[in-house]
């Protein structure tokens, strides 16, 4: 065992140009996935794909209080909602899977069992409540609470009496004497002084492998090159440092250490790391909805990362091709939902009606506006009105309100019902007459197109009642879609049709 070390890695690039990068994503499946982890997913993929590399997802799931299977599939669902393919992985597999560290937990056990071997790990007898009180000690003398190395040099004898008493051991890292230095590739030269990295457990005395020996083990065996991961980790980088020294020394691994860069915090409200229990933090809010998947994968691209010359709108073939690590700012980035909402309204823009259409159907399914087989003709009415609403939509959730009166009414399409803020605004005594005089306009036409119906309401209303369009139109409106907001009128009674936009004006005026 060397007495002291000191990790200088190259700082100068990124990549070396004759090296295949591999670079990993592995998330703790544990609640719903957040968009702090979706952020460094993208880091990762986009990283990967600049430089023609492999992106790894793992999964790290040997938490068996906290793991669970509906945490693992939401995770997987959500990187692959976003579209980050990956090369190796769950439902691809490779060549160093399995890549879920529950399958894995012999590998690590025989890897804990070289270390005890060559030792540069030991077993410690220290209980809880021995540990607790010598760090309190230490506090008291103004020392670092870290652990003293009581086991660390513990004679047979020693050992004999703590097995005899049937104490448990967990299993701790030597770490060598001296300062750990390392070049970061965001960050920078970092330094950690010897006295704050003190010999850290790698196995509870259950036999559970825990995060410090996971994930460089995992990291040696399946290649990684560079670690792109949170800032939150970058004090436990030392230790990690340290152990892949340590499996490079038995044989483990191709004996290279990772590169590392700590990608900035994501803030949230009151400038506070963002966390779970913040209500933007979780993903499954973003698909509830309607977020497309081009919309929150580029605004997340804007969390730390610029492409430059002020350009926000792109997407994620263009952020690859763009991508490097020069351009992740070290300081945390502030999750803005109205700016994310902003971002997610340009991609709405930018899509093809026809895909958008598509995009909107499970929405108005899932609100029981539409069947859940609609019709060819209810998706031809789709498929046109989408044209109407496309530059006001934000998101695809707002198609249930926007769209929602063209279907309900209908067999299997829910109930049609007004919005009743919006009709106690307009259809008092006033409005009621305002539609019954356009029901009778409307009802004489010999055709129903925009055109005519144009002209029959502002004959019947603008010139025939004197009233400005704003008033003219509002009841009609409501009495039509339920709300004061809705796509351009003329289409939309066009859209409806004769029967049913009669209909509604019809229940509204009254006897």
């Known amino acids: 065992m060397p007495d002291a070390t000191a990790t200088n890695l190259p700082g100068s690039t990124e990549v070396d140009e004759n090296e295949l990068v591999r670079v990993r994503f592995c998330p703790s499946p544990t609640g719903d996935p957040h968009v702090g982890m979706l952020r460094t997913a993208l880091f990762n993929w986009a990283f990967a794909r600049r430089h023609q590399g492999v992106f790894v997802f793992r999964i790290e799931d040997t938490d068996t209080v906290r793991d669970t299977e509906q945490s693992y599939e939401a995770v997987v669902d959500a990187v692959s909602w976003l579209g980050l393919e990956w090369d190796e992985g769950p439902g691809v597999g490779g060549d160093f899977g399995p890549y879920r560290q529950s ?10 069992e070289r270390l005890l071997e060559s030792g540069d790990a030991y077993r410690c007898y220290c209980t809880p409540e021995e540990l607790n009180q010598r760090r309190e000690e230490a506090r008291a003398a103004g020392r670092d609470s ?11 004898g020693q050992v004999g009496t703590f097995e005899a008493e049937n104490r448990p051991a967990v299993v701790r890292f030597r770490v060598p004497d001296g300062d750990w230095e390392f070049d970061d590739l965001i960050r920078g030269p970092m330094t950690f002084k010897s006295e704050f990295v003190s010999d850290f457990v790698l196995v509870r005395a259950n036999g559970d492998p825990l995060y410090p020996l996971v994930n460089p083990v995992d990291d040696a065996l ?31 691994g191709s004996g290279r250490t990772p590169r590392f860069g700590h990608l900035p915090y994501v803030m949230g409200q009151g400038n506070k790391k963002l966390s779970k229990r913040d209500p933007e933090s979780a993903f499954s809010r973003y698909q509830r909805d309607g977020f497309l998947p081009e919309g929150l994968a580029n605004y997340l691209g804007l ?22 690590l020069d351009r992740v700012n070290a300081s945390p980035a502030r999750f803005d939902l109205k700016k994310c909402t902003a971002v997610n309204s340009l991609w709405v823009r930018a899509l ?11 929405f108005l399914i899932g609100a029981e506006v ?17 044209p109407l609403v496309q530059e006001r939509m934000e ?17 299997g399409c829910g109930e049609f019902r007004l919005d009743p803020d919006d009709a106690a605004k307009v259809l008092d005594d006033s409005g009621r007459r305002v539609a019954a005089t356009a029901e009778s306009a409307l009802r004489a036409l010999p055709d129903w197109d925009i055109p005519s119906i144009e002209d029959a309401l502002r004959v019947a209303l603008v010139e025939g009642l004197g009233l400005k369009p704003r008033l003219a139109f509002g009841p009609v409106r409501v009495a039509v879609t339920g709300r004061r907001v809705s796509p351009p009128l003329f289409e939309s009674l066009e859209l409806l049709g004769r029967e049913r936009s009669l209909a509604r004006l019809a229940a509204v005026a009254g006897p």
């Open 146 to 156: 870290g652990y003293d190395g009581r086991c660390r040099d513990l004679t047979p």
């Open 352 to 362: 093809d009606p026809a895909d958008l259409a598509a995009r909107m159907l499970p």
């Open 395 to 411: 998101l695809l959730s707002q198609a249930v309100g926007l769209l929602g009166f063209l279907f309900t009414g209908s067999p």
């Open 370 to 386: 539409l069947p859940d087989e609609p019709t060819e003709e209810q998706l031809e009415i789709l498929r046109r009105a989408t």
């Open 103 to 112: 399958q894995r937990r012999d590998i690590y056990r025989e890897v804990v």
């Open 303 to 324: 969390l730390g990362w610029s492409m430059g010359d002020d350009v926000e709108f792109y997407s994620l073939a263009q952020m690859a091709e763009a991508f490097d």
């Open 222 to 252: 399946m290649r990684i090159t560079h670690v792109l991961r949170g800032e939150d980790l970058l004090s436990s980088t030392p230790r990690q440092l340290a152990l892949h020294q340590a499996l490079a020394r038995i044989g483990i």
